[in-house]
Structures are given as C-alpha cells and as structure tokens.
C-alpha cells in the first residue's frame, strides 16, 4: 500500500462513503483535531506513564480512532455500517469510573492549577487542551452527534484526572494560581 496517493494534491480528500470535500470542511477540522488528541495522548504514552494509565490511555487512543471514523463518515456522521466506529454510553461509563477511581487518591482541589509537573503530567495537560480543541470543531458541526460530544467532553475531565495523578504520584507538587 503507497504512502500517497496524490488525490488529496488539489486541497480536497475524500470522507467515508467517497465524497469528495475540501481539507478545510469542518468535518475534516473536527476528526483532524481527533486525531491530534490521539497523537498528544501517544506522545503522553511514549514519556511514560504508569502501567495501569498507560493501558487506560491506549483505550482511549481506540476509541479516539472509532470517534475519528465517525466524524469522517459522510453519509450520518455515525458510521452505522460498522459497530467498531461508534462510541456507546459503555464508552462514556468506563471514563467516568476511571475519573472517579482517579480522584480518590488525590487531595481536593480548592484553586485552580498550573498544567505543568512532570513530563508525563505535562503532556497529559497538554493532551487535555487538544482534548478540548477537538470538541469545539465537534460542536460546531451542523450534525454533531450528542453522543460524540458527551464522549470528547469527558475525556478532557479524565486527561485532567489522569494528570494529576501522575502528578501525585510522583509525588511533584502542584502549583495552584
């Protein structure tokens, strides 16, 4: 399989179901900005991280690939042809009890924090705001998908969570503004 394949030479690229779009439609912008999210997480991954964060962040990176797909699919947004590219509420469940299963080991926050710490805690802070990049290019799609925004929005809440608890046990302190 080639590398490159010139088709996307003129500006435009094609989205799942072969309609042909400019590399400047929103939609290109929002699963761009996913898989930039993903990348950040990789880069988080490859500092590293503790063992039972990294498998966590290596999900993630799955469904960020399932999100990516959707986004990419012209003819719902859904990709409902393939069960592997749609995220569930199952999905936004196991990040909610990695949250709260994160936040029991670590003090109360009483101000708001510098991103920064370790390398891995940075880049997870890092991550987090790409995180976040990629929902605004999510919500501002005319046919966002509710599901999607829920899922992109609590991953940012995790990649906070899983920060500062690389943080915390490192036992690097964590500089409130």
Do not use: C
């Amino acid at each position: 399989m080639k590398i490159y394949t010139k088709t996307g030479d003129t500006g435009q690229t094609s989205l799942l179901g072969g309609v042909r779009v400019s590399k400047a439609d929103p939609r290109v912008d929002a699963y761009g900005e996913v898989d930039e999210a993903n990348a950040a997480i990789g880069a988080a991954r490859a500092i590293g991280v503790p063992s039972d964060i990294d498998k966590a962040l290596e999900w993630i990176q799955r469904d960020l690939f399932a999100l990516g797909a959707s986004l990419a699919d012209a003819r719902t947004g859904r990709a409902p042809h393939d069960a592997k590219m749609l995220l569930a509420e199952a999905d936004i469940e196991r990040i909610e009890a990695w949250i709260d299963e994160g936040q029991k080991s670590l003090p109360a926050l009483r101000r708001f924090i510098l991103p920064g710490g370790t390398a891995a805690g940075a880049a997870l802070h890092l991550a987090r705001t790409v995180v976040r990049r990629a929902e605004r290019r999510i919500v501002a799609l005319d046919n966002a998908v509710p599901m999607q925004i829920i899922y992109i929005n609590r991953l940012s809440d995790l990649l906070f969570v899983i920060a500062r608890v690389v943080n915390h046990r490192a036992g690097v302190f964590e500089a409130e503004w």
